[in-house]
């Protein structure tokens, strides 16, 4: 008999907590994994799976009119709000079953109900008034989106909780914020139809992304139709009998059928009782932890984004896998999050690995900015007016491949493969010695041979 009821109890099943679960229970351990929600957590559930599903229905519009180029009749067609939404339940529901058979297929006991830390070893299961001891307790709580609660009216807003369970179809769509998910759906709802406007209180889209590609994408928004309102915040919010009427700090006033609140997630740490447990956070209230995942409480650990670092699934299931092994399998695995590479599924694409041109310039004193924009091929016939994107940085000094900044079809695909070169540490005479795939557009990133602009810091 142990001391405790299990080895590891796992708070939230998301992606981070699920892999962490299954890998220590593979490693031998006994292992329970409490969820207040659904099983998947927000990825799964209601993030990037949903999302990328109503990328894909929303990019159909522009499919149907670019046949035409190509010499397809094609008869006008019409959208079903509540046949994409169906499908789409239907397939999260069988990523759910999938993720439930995986977690009891590898002996964790699951349980469904809120759980709260009440010490080192001690969680109390909510919907069951009992608690459970275990000898390390790991915190996987994820976020949850953020809203201004002092705002007027903001009681009549969703957020990327409820976005994806509309029951139809706004006509006139307000997206507030301007990050990953403003973008993103910015995107669906214009593609879908909707008339869309995107309010941000900064002056470009995606702060922290390269600035060239932040305008480059914005341009291609707005010629497929997205409005944008920048500089400019809501002072009130209220229903009326045409929909929603919001008023903008500068007077304007904006009228819509659903609002978007698209302005950050924080960590999901609320009644947790990590305060009284005595885990340390910060004034994010994200749980503050080691390069192991440990916190303040030797027996409590932490991973993906309720720890607030780089808030993407595949870290956050790193981090659990990392945890799991060192922790229960006797491997000690250190997470590197240096060039992380990452795709916002913003119509088009973007895909980016590495420094931006800004950072990059702060940090070495000769960049070298290889960069092109062309019509990709099969806008020719198309006659879409729409530009592919391509960057590549280099520190002139060592030839080395410093980031790379993508913008159109495929992005996030090509990012997944370019981001194994730079990873590796690739310079530009790799790029440069390897043979163009002919016709791609992907071809260009080999075959620009002079820099557009050489980047110099004078010296101090
Ligand atoms: P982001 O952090 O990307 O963006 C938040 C946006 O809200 C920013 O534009 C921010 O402005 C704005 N904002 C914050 N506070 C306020 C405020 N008080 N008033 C007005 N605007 C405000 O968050 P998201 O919610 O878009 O996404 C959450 C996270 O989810 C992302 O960080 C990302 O890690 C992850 N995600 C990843 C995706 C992917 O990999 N493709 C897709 C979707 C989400 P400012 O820039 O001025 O601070």
């Given at each position: 008999m142990t001391e405790f009821d299990y080895d590891l109890f796992v708070i939230g099943a998301g992606s981070g907590g699920v892999r962490a679960a299954r890998i220590a229970a593979q490693n031998g351990a006994k292992v329970a994994i409490a969820e207040?929600?659904?099983?998947?957590g927000t990825c799964v559930i209601r993030g990037c799976v949903p999302k990328k599903l109503m990328v894909y229905a929303s990019q159909f519009s522009e499919h149907f009119e670019d046949a035409a180029g190509f010499g397809w009749t094609v008869p006008e067609a019409t959208f079903d709000w509540r046949t994409l939404i169906a499908n789409k339940d239907h397939e999260i529901d069988r990523l759910n079953a999938i993720y439930i058979r995986n977690l009891t297929n590898s002996g964790v006991d699951l349980i469904m109900s809120r759980a709260q830390v009440e010490g080192p070893h001690t969680v109390r299961i909510a919907m069951e008034e009992r608690t459970v001891t275990a000898r390390v307790i790991l915190i996987a709580t994820g976020g949850t989106p953020w809203l201004d609660t002092e705002l007027p009216g903001i009681e009549h807003v969703i957020t990327s909780n409820e976005v994806f369970y509309l029951k139809e179809q706004p006509r006139r769509v307000i997206v507030a914020g301007g990050g990953y998910i403003a973008v993103e759906f910015a995107g669906i709802f214009n593609g879908l139809g909707s008339e869309t406007t995107l309010v941000y209180r900064g002056g470009e889209i995606l702060r922290g992304f390269d600035n060239e590609l932040r305008a480059s994408l914005r341009k291609e928004m707005e010629k497929k139709g997205v409005q944008f309102v920048f500089n400019d915040i809501f002072t009130k919010i209220e229903k009326t009998e045409a929909g929603l009427l919001a008023t903008m700090r500068s007077g304007e006033t904006l009228e819509a059928d659903a609002i978007l609140f698209a302005t950050g997630r924080w960590p999901a740490?609320?009644?947790?009782?990590l305060d009284a447990a005595g885990v340390a956070m910060n004034e994010r209230g994200a749980v503050i932890v080691d390069h192991?995942?440990?916190?303040?409480?030797?027996?409590i650990y932490a991973v993906g984004d309720v720890t607030d670092r780089i808030n993407l699934t595949p870290v956050a299931i790193r981090e659990g896998h990392a945890f799991a092994d060192t922790v229960f399998g006797n491997r000690p695995v250190k997470v590197d999050h240096t060039l992380v590479p990452t795709a916002v599924f913003s119509q088009p694409e973007l895909g980016t690995v590495g420094l931006t041109q800004e950072e990059a310039l702060e940090v070495y004193d000769q960049v070298d900015v290889y960069s092109t924009s062309f019509r990709p091929t099969l806008h020719t016939l198309s006659g879409r007016d729409e530009r592919m994107f391509m960057k590549v940085l280099v520190d002139?000094?060592?030839?080395?491949?410093?980031g790379v900044h993508l913008m159109g079809h495929g992005a996030g695909e090509l990012i997944q493969v370019l981001g194994i070169a730079v990873k590796m540490g690739a310079t530009k005479a790799d790029f440069d010695a390897t043979v163009a795939v002919h016709p791609t557009a992907a071809e260009e990133l080999v075959t620009m041979?002079?820099?557009t602009h050489q980047l110099r810091r004078e010296a101090a």
């Open positions: 207040e929600h659904r099983v998947g740490t609320e009644g947790l009782g192991e995942g440990r916190t303040s409480v030797p027996s002139a000094e060592t030839d080395r491949v410093l041979r002079s820099p």
